[in-house]
């Protein structure tokens, strides 16, 4: 099981599906913002997966480096994302009773 | 460009009316008068000499003068000149439009003598003399359309000459409408004929080209056009039925715009057109005779309509619609000859009959209705010789113009029996109501208060068509001598000789002129003019114009009730609906713009899923 | 043994997941998360990249949770009961969307080269760090240089978010 994609991808997929879920039917920015890193390290498990079990190249062990490369990248851009987004959070919501993005209807119509 | 002398009859009240229009009000009302008459006179002399030369025997020429136009199609280049054809005929008519035309200006002068717009008159009386003139010289069918409006728009400016009066205004419209009905009639016939011709220059037309036409097997479909057209024209412009309902009204016009282009000139040149085209009606025996029946019955229904006639300038008018049936019965049974003569001794005593009615207009400070009017006779004795030897000219009694030409006529009509009947008929009711008319104005007991009497320059020129109206017809043989075309042209006899019917008519005509004296000499009150139904009914033209009035009215109502309907249906329903419809479907779209993140993200997330399974199952995984 | 650990690893990070989004508190969620994150840098070994495992846990585990800490601890939250039909069915058609989603990965992988081709043989040794260190230097500089960019653009956008109190605003 361990030297076959088929469980990684599993796991990839149903935390991917969590997140999406969570993403939808939580109403607390903050749990909403989880959600998306959830579903960001999904896509990352996917990735090494990916590599690790594509055709190997000579000289490079565990296959391709595309995969931890790119995963690399993406935990970069998830950690500057949440540090800004939950800035904008906090700006947001620091005045407001109510943390709940039901609230949010500036933008209507 | 050549030069020939006819030219100078249009170039003469073209210059006039020119002159008068731009310079008039600077110059004065008698330099007008003097400019205008001056100018036909000339033409007159122009003509004369032509006359003189052409005399006895003329030779047709066709002038052109340049080139107008230049079609190139298909069939190759088409040129349309401007030109006149000087023969017999056209130089018929322009003696009397000239020499009447004159007599007339002549006799205007003194006649509005009072009339604030008397520059204005002379300078459209010489507009219509100079559209008169292209008419009757123009040698191709293009011109001649030129002519035939030109004249349309000179009798609409004449009859509404006294602009401020409404019922002038309204009878303008009506003759200008009437008339313009006949000139789409006119154009249809010159463009089919071109169609099928590409040429519509009479020497081609009218005499080298008939050939052409008679091989022509397709002829059928396009030559009753052209005929048709050409009668719609000719019945428009000389008031036959059914398009005559301008010409009772056209009297709202000045009497002596009455005496020239509704009984001279004007209302002849159907009679001219149908004349010069007689080759192609030659060619439809079924046309000819149409021509001839409507004639009579117009004849007919003219003089039945003149006797009930109250206005005395209205009786006249219908007097002519029933002479210029004639001309068309004359023309119809193929007496051509016999058709311009009586159009020539018709200007002579009808313009008489005009001007000297004038006379006992003015005299009578403006009464025109006859049973109002008297016992003139004491006052003005010459006037009534006058108007008394024209009245007999018309009525055709012996030796007079018009005894003549009538008797011409009902020769020529001889071989159709009922043709003849109707024309013996309707003579001795143009016998009677011209007594009617001539008795109840100038006998009987004095209605009118201190008459006004005529100067010179009207006497005179009645006095002149006096003479001619009495000598006229003696004139008959060589004049038919002069219109005959060729050696072998048929329909340009004339005949003149006493046959037995022609003694009976006149003695009849003269029983009919002392019924009319025994009934009205004394001033007896008038059973005709009557206000009850039937007399009012006929009076009336027998409500043909009134049917006419519904009619066009039912259009206006319809354009009303489109305007209103379809104008609300255009500029709100309509606009209103697409409006609506689009802010309808942008206020549906705005429905999605709920500012919840959520819904966004759900519709997002659903678009991602849809494009996914759309990979998988349409791409098969390849899009993958 | 090792299968055995890793199933263990896969439900944690899997039974986790389930806990961040369904926690009514908001510090319980991002514990959760927490775990998840722990759970994915245990599967990162088993597929033999350490550098990765240890830099999950350091960055996500250790600096973007404590981010997140700090914001759930910041903002008091009320969290109301979660409803399914509220919001005219929303939560419904999420869960529909995600099973959706679901379904559609999993046909996804199934059609991928990867679980059709015939199993790889790997080696069963750790990629090194030097490896990963000769990638991220080599070929894939540009990204790496590209992500350096990104933390800069983030980094003053923090400045700027968290600093205007003074102007009086927020």
Request: glycine share 10%; proline share 4%.
């Amino acid at each position: 099981m361990a030297n076959s994609p088929e469980l990684y991808l599993l796991i990839s997929g149903l935390v991917f599906t969590i997140g999406l879920v969570g993403l939808i039917i939580r109403r607390n920015p903050l749990v909403m913002f989880m959600s998306i890193e959830l579903m960001l390290n999904a896509s990352n498990l996917a990735f090494m997966t990916f590599s690790r079990f594509s055709e190997q190249v000579p000289g490079l062990k565990g296959g391709p480096s595309d995969g931890p490369v790119f995963t690399f990248v993406v935990m970069t851009i998830a950690a500057a994302e949440a540090v800004v987004g939950l800035a904008i959070i906090i700006t947001i919501f620091r005045t407001r009773r109510m943390v709940d993005v039901d609230a949010l209807t500036e933008l209507k119509g | 460009m050549q030069f020939d002398s006819m030219i100078l009859t249009l170039i003469l009240p073209v210059l006039g009316a020119l002159l008068i229009g731009t310079m008039g009000s600077r110059w004065g009302r008698n330099s007008a008068a003097v400019v205008a008459s001056g100018s036909i006179f000339l033409s007159f002399l122009v003509v004369l000499c032509n006359l003189w030369q052409a005399w006895p025997n003329p030779v047709a020429r066709s002038v052109d003068l340049w080139k107008w136009a230049s079609f190139t199609l298909d069939s190759g280049t088409h040129d349309i000149y401007f030109g006149i054809y000087v023969d017999a005929l056209s130089l018929t008519l322009m003696a009397v439009i000239t020499g009447v035309g004159f007599l007339i200006h002549w006799f205007s002068t003194e006649y509005m003598k009072g009339d604030p717009g008397y520059t204005r008159y002379f300078c459209y009386l010489n507009l219509f003399i100079a559209a008169m003139t292209l008419l009757v010289l123009a040698n191709n069918f293009a011109l001649l359309i030129v002519g035939w409006g030109g004249v349309g728009f000179a009798s609409f400016a004449l009859i509404g000459f006294w602009r401020e009066k409404p019922s002038a205004a309204a009878a303008a419209k009506k003759a200008f409408v009437m008339n313009v009905i006949g000139d789409i009639g006119l154009m249809i016939a010159v463009f089919v004929l071109f169609q099928n011709l590409h040429t519509l220059d009479y020497a081609t037309v009218l005499h080298d080209g008939l050939d052409t036409i008679r091989l022509d097997s397709s002829r059928g479909q396009w030559l009753p056009l052209v005929l048709l057209g050409l009668l719609v024209g000719a019945y428009a412009k000389s008031a036959q039925l059914p398009l005559h309902t301008w010409l009772p009204d056209a009297m709202e016009g000045p009497t002596p715009v009455s005496a020239l282009i509704h009984a001279a000139t004007m209302v002849t040149a159907g009679v001219y057109l149908l004349v010069r085209t007689h080759p192609l009606l030659e060619l439809s025996p079924a046309f000819l005779q149409m021509v001839a029946v409507l004639g009579a019955i117009t004849a007919l229904y003219a003089a039945y309509c003149a006797l009930y006639q109250t206005d005395l300038k209205r009786v006249l008018a219908y007097s002519t619609m029933s002479q210029l049936g004639y001309m068309f019965l004359a023309v119809g049974v193929g007496a051509y000859s016999a058709a311009i003569f009586h159009l020539v001794t018709h200007a002579f005593f009808k313009a008489l009959l005009f001007l000297s009615a004038g006379i006992v207009i003015h005299a009578a400070h403006g009464e025109q209705d006859m049973r109002r009017l008297g016992g003139l006779y004491k006052d003005i004795p010459y006037t009534a010789w006058m108007f008394g030897i024209g009245g007999l000219a018309l009525a055709g009694m012996f030796p007079f113009a018009g005894y003549f030409s009538k008797e011409a006529i009902l020769h020529a009509a001889h071989g159709h029996i009922v043709l003849y009947l109707i024309g013996a008929v309707v003579a001795l009711m143009t016998a009677f109501y011209t007594g009617r008319a001539f008795f109840m104005t100038f006998f009987g007991p004095q209605r009118v208060e201190s008459p006004h009497l005529p100067g010179g320059p009207t006497v005179i020129s009645c006095t002149i068509l006096t003479i001619l109206s009495v000598v006229a017809g003696f004139f008959a043989a060589p004049f038919a001598r002069f219109l005959t075309p060729g050696p072998e042209a048929e329909g340009f006899e004339i005949h003149t000789d006493f046959t037995f019917e022609g003694i009976v008519i006149t003695v009849l005509v003269a029983a009919s002129i002392l019924i009319a004296w025994a009934l009205y000499g004394k001033g007896q009150p008038d059973k005709f003019g009557r206000n009850v139904t039937h007399n009012n009914f006929v009076r009336s033209g027998l409500q043909v114009d009134a049917a006419y009035l519904m009619w066009a009215n039912g259009f206006r109502d319809l354009g009303r009730l489109c305007a209103k309907a379809l104008d609300k249906v255009f500029t709100t329903l309509l606009p209103g609906l697409v409006g609506s419809s689009f802010w309808g479907m942008g206020k549906s779209l705005t429905e999605t713009q709920t500012g919840q993140i959520r819904h966004y993200m759900v519709s997002m997330m659903l678009s991602v899923v849809v494009l996914l399974f759309y990979a998988l199952l349409v791409g098969g995984g390849s899009l993958l | 043994m090792s299968e055995f650990l890793l199933v263990f690893a896969a439900l944690i990070s899997v039974g986790a997941a389930i806990g961040v989004i369904s926690s009514k508190e908001a510090v319980h969620s991002a514990l959760y998360l927490t775990v998840h994150l722990l759970g994915v840098a245990a599967l990162y070994l088993f597929l033999h990249h350490q550098f990765l495992a240890v830099a999950q846990m350091l960055v996500y585990a250790g600096a973007v949770m404590v981010v997140f800490i700090f914001a759930v601890t910041t903002l008091s939250p009320h969290e109301e009961p979660l409803k399914l039909m509220d919001q005219n069915g929303l939560p419904l058609v999420g869960v529909g969307a995600g099973l959706f989603a679901f379904v559609g990965l999993a046909w996804t992988y199934r059609n991928s080269a990867l679980t059709n081709q015939a199993p790889v043989e790997v080696s069963g040794e750790m990629v090194p760090a030097s490896q990963f260190a000769y990638d991220l230097f080599g070929p894939f500089l540009l990204p790496f240089e590209g992500t350096a960019f990104l933390l800069l653009t983030a980094l003053v956008g923090a400045i700027i978010l968290g600093g205007r109190r003074r102007i009086g605003d927020g």
